[in-house]
């Protein structure tokens, strides 16, 4: 009778003290995965700091248009930058003043560094000639309504802002891919044409104001990389504990249901582990130099490459080869699985949950048949 429970203890306690260790291993590469997200932060902090540097030559995010975007290049980070011509018209509506009082008209830019050429102002018609790089000395000759009209081009650098004073209708035309739109007020009109997108904004009077008198108003123009490779490289870090107990959750469950291959050392564990960290550096060291797409083929393969060689040639027999290919066939459904979730942003988690499900699906399936109680062979 003794004996019987001893056996049936024996395989569980065996199997348990395995299970503890991979846990083990998991908690400590977790704290690498935390090593790896701080590497991104650096990287970010690099970026912008690069980002900060093509501001100081090239103008700062302007608020006020055909805006032309490009990539300026700062080492090896690329920063959207843009030129706009900027044409505002509209009309004062003021008090009559006596003829020939002098009055000084006045338009803003966030960063006067970024003007290409100086401004033309006309007024009540007239073209102003007594201006600096913003404001006009004008005289007013009792007039009620006012029209005006400034042209310019300026450049900045991410973002192009306007405040919404009064009535107001803006039409912006640019090349660039995607760009994102926020502030107080969206797009009444916004679609691709053939050079790239244009949108359109009419803000009433009504609605532009505000009763707090030191809050202004605005719409704003991101010029945004949509595939930022240190966000999307953070993303991936954090399904890494996941994706890391996955994979040393195939090799337990092989080796508990295979009796007659080779046990595998918690060392191997320790290295299979490790070797999926280093994915995470592939990724991001590459992907500042190639497309984030390309750049995470490359760490995949070369990640699923190295796990599954190291399986074959040490941690299974060589007339076994039926469990490296499925490791590797593992390994890509899961990395492929990792690039669609991180693609997929408001539907990631949905994505994530019904992936872990079916995980647990298939390691019932994959378990059915061992018999937990029996002695375990060594």
């Known amino acids: 009778m003794y004996g019987n429970m001893e056996n049936k203890t024996a395989a569980p306690k065996n199997i348990m003290a395995k299970i503890y260790t991979i846990a083990g291993f998991l908690i400590a590469l977790s704290?690498?995965?935390?090593?790896?997200?701080?590497?991104?932060?650096?990287?970010?902090?690099?970026?912008?700091?690069?980002?900060?540097?093509v501001e100081t030559t090239w103008g700062k995010a302007q608020t006020m248009a055909n805006a032309k975007v490009e990539l300026k290049k700062k080492g090896i980070y690329?920063?959207?930058?843009?030129?706009?011509?900027?044409?505002?018209?509209?009309?004062?509506?003021?008090?009559?003043?006596?003829?020939?009082?002098?009055?000084?008209?006045?338009f803003k830019v966030s960063d006067p560094r970024g003007f290409i050429s100086k401004p033309v102002v006309k007024f009540n018609n007239i073209i102003a000639n007594d201006c600096s790089s913003y404001k006009c000395n004008v005289i007013l000759d009792g007039e009620i309504k006012i029209p005006y009209e400034i042209e310019y081009s300026i450049r900045g650098t991410k973002s192009l802002t306007f405040d919404a004073v009064g009535t107001s209708e803006t039409y912006l035309s640019t090349n660039y891919w995607v760009p994102e739109y926020t502030g107080d007020f969206s797009p009444v009109e916004h679609k691709q044409v053939k050079d790239g997108y244009y949108t359109y904004w009419s803000v009433p009077e009504a609605a532009s104001a505000v009763e707090d008198k030191y809050r202004t108003l605005n719409y704003t123009t991101n010029f945004i990389n949509t595939v930022d490779v240190y966000r999307m490289t953070e993303r991936c870090v954090k399904y890494g504990f996941l994706f890391i107990a996955?994979?040393?959750?195939?090799?337990?469950?092989?080796?508990?249901?295979?009796?007659?291959?080779?046990?595998?050392?918690?060392?191997?564990?320790?290295?299979?582990?490790?070797?999926?960290?280093?994915?995470?550096?592939?990724?991001?060291?590459i992907s500042e130099f190639i497309d984030f797409s390309y750049a995470y083929l490359?760490?995949?393969?070369?990640?699923?490459?190295?796990?599954?060689?190291?399986?074959?040639?040490v941690l299974t027999n060589k007339e076994d080869k039926k469990f490296p290919l499925a490791i590797g066939g593992i390994l890509g459904v899961i990395y492929l699985y990792l690039y669609i979730t991180i693609n997929l942003e408001e539907l990631s988690l949905l994505a994530g949950s019904f992936g872990l499900f079916f995980a647990i699906i298939a390691v019932m399936y994959a378990t059915r048949n061992v018999e937990w109680y029996k002695e375990n062979q060594q």
């Open 31 to 53: 704290i690498g995965l935390v090593c790896v997200s701080n590497i991104i932060h650096d990287r970010m902090k690099f970026r912008d700091e690069a980002v900060r540097n």
């Open 78 to 106: 690329e920063v959207p930058v843009y030129s706009v011509k900027i044409n505002q018209k509209g009309e004062f509506k003021i008090n009559p003043a006596p003829k020939g009082t002098k009055a000084e008209f006045k």
């Open 246 to 285: 996955l994979t040393f959750l195939a090799f337990f469950v092989y080796e508990i249901i295979n009796k007659n291959n080779k046990h595998i050392h918690p060392f191997q564990y320790s290295l299979i582990g490790v070797s999926m960290l280093v994915f995470y550096l592939l990724l991001l060291s």
């Open 298 to 313: 490359t760490a995949a393969i070369m990640t699923i490459g190295l796990i599954s060689f190291y399986t074959y040639f």
